[in-house]
């Protein structure tokens, strides 16, 4: 069975400050794991993903996030926040041959 | 490409009504997905075909739900008869393949219930 677990709903940042959206998942199969986006009234969109090798992984837009699997986390980071980052963030796992499993949620709020 | 292509965008419907939601994959993907998104319970994954089998449907929510695959560029998810707890926004996406694959999600549809 698999789940994830985003901590926080709402993240509220200064522009060009560090962004931190938390990731915590459960897999009982090597995991497959991915943060996507979604702008209001859109789909979601990948931002990156993790599947075997390098555990740093660099998405769009300037996000990165590191599989830590000893915490069972995938954190998603940005150095430096945009307005036009504002959106809702979502974490998901998958494994081989499943569907994703997404968590509920993060809205990231950037004011100037 | 086109991208994932859903109609409608938005649908206003009364209670009791047939729903029928339709999605185009992207081309050469074997898997499509139907997810539901409200505010209470955040996207649920609804059902996904494999080469236009239904692969699993555990999470569709009961009977009224029934979804479709009748070839590679076409789907519909239908809600017969339609009820207000049904109002959301519906998201087809596309993969190549299952797992460790991209999904491609289409924009949405906005579904109110009255």
């Known amino acids: 069975a698999q789940s994830v677990t985003q901590l926080g709903s709402h993240v509220s940042v200064s522009e060009g400050a560090l962004v931190l959206l938390r990731c915590n998942y459960s897999?009982?199969?090597?995991?497959?794991l991915f943060w996507y986006v979604q702008y209001p009234n859109q789909g979601l969109q990948l931002l990156l993903k993790?599947?075997?090798?390098?555990?740093l992984v660099k998405g769009i837009n300037g996000f990165e996030a590191e599989f830590k699997k000893s915490e069972t986390s995938f954190h998603l980071t940005k150095p430096s926040a945009h307005m036009s980052d504002a959106a809702e963030y979502f974490c998901a796992v998958g494994g081989a041959g499943t569907a994703l499993i997404f968590g509920k949620g993060t809205t990231l709020s950037v004011s100037s | 490409d086109a991208g994932v292509i859903q109609s409608p965008r938005h649908e206003v419907t009364e209670m009791g009504q047939e729903v029928t939601l339709r999605c185009k994959p992207i081309s050469g993907h074997d898997y499509l997905f139907w997810y539901r998104q409200t505010m209470m319970r955040g996207l649920e994954l609804l059902i996904y075909?494999?080469?236009?089998?239904?692969?699993?449907d555990s999470g569709m929510p009961e009977d009224r739900f029934s979804a479709k695959m009748p070839n590679a560029s076409f789907s519909t998810l239908k809600i017969q008869p339609s009820e207000p707890r049904d109002s959301a926004v519906y998201f087809c996406a596309s993969s190549i393949s299952g797992g460790a694959e991209t999904q491609y999600f289409g924009p949405g549809t906005r579904l109110l219930v009255l």
């Open positions: 993790y599947t075997t090798g390098a555990t």
């Open positions: 075909f494999n080469n236009n089998v239904p692969i699993d």
């Open positions: 897999s009982s199969v090597p995991p497959y």
